[in-house]
C-alpha cells in the first residue's frame, strides 16, 4: 500500500514527544473502536477521562479515519496469516 509509506513518512518527520502522543491516541482510538469501557481504557493505557473525551471527540477526522481504517486492516490481515498458518494442507 502506497499510501502506508505516506503515513510512515509523516511519522518518521514528528518529534519524538509528538510520536508518543500520536501512538497514544492512536491506542485509544483502538480500544474505543473495540467498545471498551472507558475505565478499562484508562487503567490500561493510562489516561485521563479528559484524554479518551478529547480523542473521542477527533475520530471522525479524516487523518483519524484513514488510521483506523489501515489498523483493521492489518489486524484483519493478521488474523487471516493465523488461520493460514494454522490449516494442515
Request: charged share 35%.
Amino acid at each position: 500500500m502506497k499510501d502506508k509509506n505516506k503515513i510512515n513518512d509523516v511519522l518518521n518527520d514528528l518529534a519524538p514527544n509528538e510520536y508518543q502522543e500520536m501512538i497514544k491516541k492512536l491506542a485509544v482510538v483502538y480500544w474505543i473502536r473495540k467498545k471498551r469501557p472507558d475505565d478499562v481504557i484508562k487503567n490500561n493505557l493510562g489516561v485521563t477521562d479528559k484524554y479518551i473525551n478529547s480523542v473521542k471527540k477527533i475520530m471522525e477526522t479524516p487523518g483519524i479515519k484513514l488510521a483506523i481504517k489501515y489498523m483493521e486492516a492489518d489486524e484483519w490481515a493478521n488474523v487471516w496469516a493465523e488461520k493460514i498458518k494454522k490449516m494442515k494442507i
